[in-house]
């Protein structure tokens, strides 16, 4: 693999443990990883042979990792609006089990990923059916995708029973490696403590501990209809529910996706464990789910990343608005302006992502020895001149718009604004027609 120079970059925010931001700095990407920070003259010296990305009048930072979303559900968009929780997903399964097959779950796949990498996200961690489908089309469009089976009791919008779910165990990892794309954890998704039962949430956590590098990712606390159902139900909380089945004894990372409405005695169970927060905020606003308190979470000891969840509750994959929207809540919800710093977030949005899905010492931050996922902004524009706080700028003042360069695994998939590895004509046809017939079964729902 030929070796890359980014030259002269205005800044490069590295997000490292001192949160260092650099000035006029070269960045050297060889064999998928940063191998050289420093100097022009100094990097060029020890690799002549380069590449050189001019980097005049551009911020490289980390690429961003979209901490629980659901991708495919982008041929969903607009489906089920003006609707609490509960409303959405019985619109929403309608629509999915008449339309979203193998084939249409690729489809929506590819398309929320590229919306992704286009936006900067270069990671995400996925929770769909038909999730060998949903891999390939996410990795046709260069994401680093991290999806797996999802678990449910009931056969749910893809018709399956829980026997044959649950032999996805055994058959994913090989799957996952026979499809390829960049390094992921081994992934599977039991949807919650709702939809799955403690004695099958117990087997999934129990046998995906069997898998090399496994992560598991749930719906936890989204809304308070929830809480109330699950502690009706079985007498718990849906966090006490998954510590019954396991969740703390498996020393793997898991992901809550929302954990809105976790108690404090919650927050204290899980504080510094390997299991971490999703925060969706545009998700939980649009369907009045609540706000999370990231000033309560983060005094707790609970790592909080940032998610988009699925566009068809939030409408978008834009990780730049849940970004603004997680400070603007915690600044608001704390009543304190101090909180949940540009700086918080940036690292909730890269590093701390990372490290929740138990890859920081991979991904999330510009070190040397790290893969090579970087994102370019470009600087001149009016929202972002002059710059005084970068982080600031990059929170409160940036969008998806500003991206105009993305890196994956050392490989370019966004030049110049626009994809590398899918015909986006093609793609944007297909989806509209896919689209057509999922407003259709909606309607019928």
Known sequence: MSTIILRDLDFVVTVNESNQILRNTSVVISDKKIVAIGDFAEVTQKYPAAEVVNGDGKLLLPGLINLHTHTPMTLLRGLAEDTDLQGFLKRIWAAEGAVMDEPTVELGAKLGAVESLLGGATTTLDMYFHHVAAHRG??????????????????????????????????????????????????????????????????????????????????????????ADVLERFGKTPTELLISAGGLDVGYPIVFGHGVHLSESDRAAISNSPISVAHCPGSNLKLASGALHWQNWRQAGVRVGIGTDGCSTSNDLDMWMSMRLAGLLGKLTADDPTVAT????????????????????VIGSIEIGKQADLVLIDLAAPHLTPVHDVPALLVFAAGRGDVVDVMVDGEWVVREGVSTKVDMPELLAAANQAGVAAAKAADEA
Do not use: C
């Open 138 to 227: 996410a990795v046709a469009a260069g994401s680093r995708h991290i999806g797996g089976p999802t678990f449910m009791d009931f056969p749910g919008p893809d018709n399956k029973l829980w026997d044959e779910r649950f032999s996805w165990i055994e058959s994913w990892p090989k799957e996952l490696t026979e499809i390829g794309g960049p390094q992921v954890p081994t992934m599977a998704g039991p949807h919650g403590t709702y939809t799955v039962s403690e004695v099958h949430l117990r087997d999934v956590l129990a046998a995906v501990s069997d898998w090399e590098n496994p992560l598991v990712t749930i719906h936890i606390s989204e809304n308070a209809a929830e809480n």
């Open 342 to 361: 540009a700086t918080d977030i940036l690292r909730a949005a890269t590093i701390e992502g990372a490290e929740a899905l138990g890859m920081g010492d």
